[in-house]
């Protein structure tokens, strides 16, 4: 498994393994503690694991959380997706960056998202399974909706959108919402 920078995004990295495929399939190994070690990330660090399963056009995101934030590593299991990255810490040297990718099944590339960082991504398969390994436990009062479409941002999402959250589809612009997470850091 190798470690590659993602200069879009300060602190962000993609975890590539090294699958071995032969006539039953493949194996590899998606999480080693030494190579995430080795570009200074704890790996005990990562305390919860979830899945998501969505189909073909499903949007999610894009997602913050305020407070200290929320370092996550994410990993398309099964089928493909669209996966985007925004740095939103204002001393970041890479502040306001946008960092796309395709994650599948096929390559089991893992993400690691830095905390300060909104993350969003849409199902480019039939079935897609994302996984996420994040470094604290969830607050559902710490979180933040960034729309999806927003000007400021213009990402280019592949499909038209075929299903999203309630919460997805009301979130505010980039600047509303960080004007409310900086609301929720001073209660």
């Given amino acids: 498994m190798k470690a590659i920078e993602v200069p879009e995004i300060d602190g962000a990295y993609l975890f590539e393994p090294t699958p071995y495929a032969d006539e039953r399939g493949f194996f590899c190994r998606t999480f080693d503690a030494d190579v995430i070690r080795a570009v200074g990330l704890d790996p005990?660090?990562?305390?919860?694991?979830?899945?998501?399963?969505?189909?073909?056009?499903?949007?999610?995101?894009?997602?913050?959380?305020?407070?200290?934030?929320?370092?996550?590593?994410?990993?398309?299991?099964?089928?493909?997706?669209?996966d985007?990255?925004?740095?939103?810490?204002?001393?970041?040297?890479?502040?306001?960056?946008?960092?796309?990718?395709?994650?599948?099944?096929?390559?089991?590339?893992?993400?690691?998202?830095?905390?300060?960082?909104?993350?969003?991504?849409?199902?480019?398969?039939?079935?897609?399974?994302?996984?996420?390994?994040?470094d604290r436990p969830h607050d559902p009062a710490e979180d933040v909706t960034i729309a999806f479409d927003d000007p400021e941002l213009a990402i280019p999402w592949p499909l038209p959108v075929a299903s999203m959250s309630r919460r997805d589809r009301e979130a505010p612009t980039l600047d509303e919402a960080l004007k409310q997470a900086l609301k929720q850091r001073e209660r």
């Fill in 44 to 82: 005990a660090a990562f305390i919860q694991d979830s899945v998501s399963r969505s189909v073909r056009g499903v949007l999610r995101g894009l997602h913050l959380r305020s407070g200290a934030g929320e370092a996550k590593l994410v990993r398309c299991s099964h089928g493909a997706i669209f």
């Fill in 84 to 134: 985007v990255v925004v740095d939103l810490r204002p001393d970041s040297p890479t502040y306001r960056g946008v960092a796309s990718f395709e994650l599948s099944g096929e390559t089991q590339v893992t993400l690691y998202i830095p905390a300060g960082c909104a993350h969003g991504f849409q199902a480019l398969t039939e079935t897609a399974d994302t996984s996420y390994r994040i």
